[in-house]
């Protein structure tokens, strides 16, 4: 992946949406970059249960409120966050925003995101779904940040979970910016021909000016691998991970793989992830 050049940044009324931005706006200067803001949240009357025909003048004022002020907040934090950058720029959506904003997607190099906090009170303004939905609908690459957030410089020590499968492929080929500028690779593999498929990876990096740490393992992938990849992350002192995305569909309903699952749900650094 060349130097991402448009970046997509989803924001929301959350208290990590101002981190997101700050993020955005670090890499867009960094890269040379042009950033984009856009609050995403499915409306207030579609997330409560009750009968449509059956509510009030009032109560469909009530929804609309709390969906204006749930824009309003976001617009706070985006800039706040942008601190008066002109790296970055608001963007309206139209009206079906997680729509919108996945298509909006279709023209990002990177989108930034964050993990979904169930403590948080915005948690119920997207779906569960909505992350992994976004990977496979855009197929853009996604730097997703944790909620107890991250280092202002990340991708100085990054650690690869390599698979030699597309969805690996894609996400090392859009960390290249910052595998080349960082202090430390390590890539890890699990599985028969564990050793072979590293080797092969570093002979791809070098060419790229990247020369990795080898962490071959013969034991198959496992239910646990997951946490076994945050573990080895929190012993190299990883500041940012690469992966791919792995799950599949199922009558509409988009299932995870288990170590993606996993990572996204006790993320303790960035993780950039690729479909």
Known sequence: ????????????????????????????????????????????????????????????????????????QARAAFVEGRAGSDRLLWEEASGNEPFDFARRACYADLLIVGQRDDADASADELPPTFLPSLLVGSGRPALVLPFIGAQANLGRRILIGWKETREAARAVSAALPWLRGAARVDAVCHGPGAADALARLAQYLRAHGVTPALRASDAPD????????????????????????????????????????????TMTLPVLMSH
């Open 1 to 72: 992946m060349t130097t991402p050049r448009s970046i997509l940044v989803h924001v929301d009324s959350s208290r990590h949406a101002v981190e997101r931005v700050r993020t955005a706006r670090r890499i867009a200067e960094a890269f040379d970059a042009q950033g984009t803001g856009m609050h995403c949240a499915v409306s207030a009357i579609l997330r409560y249960p009750h009968g449509l025909d059956a509510l009030s003048a009032e109560a469909i004022d009530a929804f609309a409120d709390i969906d204006r002020r749930c824009h309003a």
């Open 222 to 265: 496992a239910s646990d691998m997951g946490e076994r990849l945050l573990s080895l992350a929190a012993d190299v002192e990883a500041d940012l991970l690469v992966m791919g995305c792995y799950g599949h569909s199922r009558a509409r309903e988009w299932l995870l793989g288990g170590a993606t699952r996993t990572v996204l749900e």
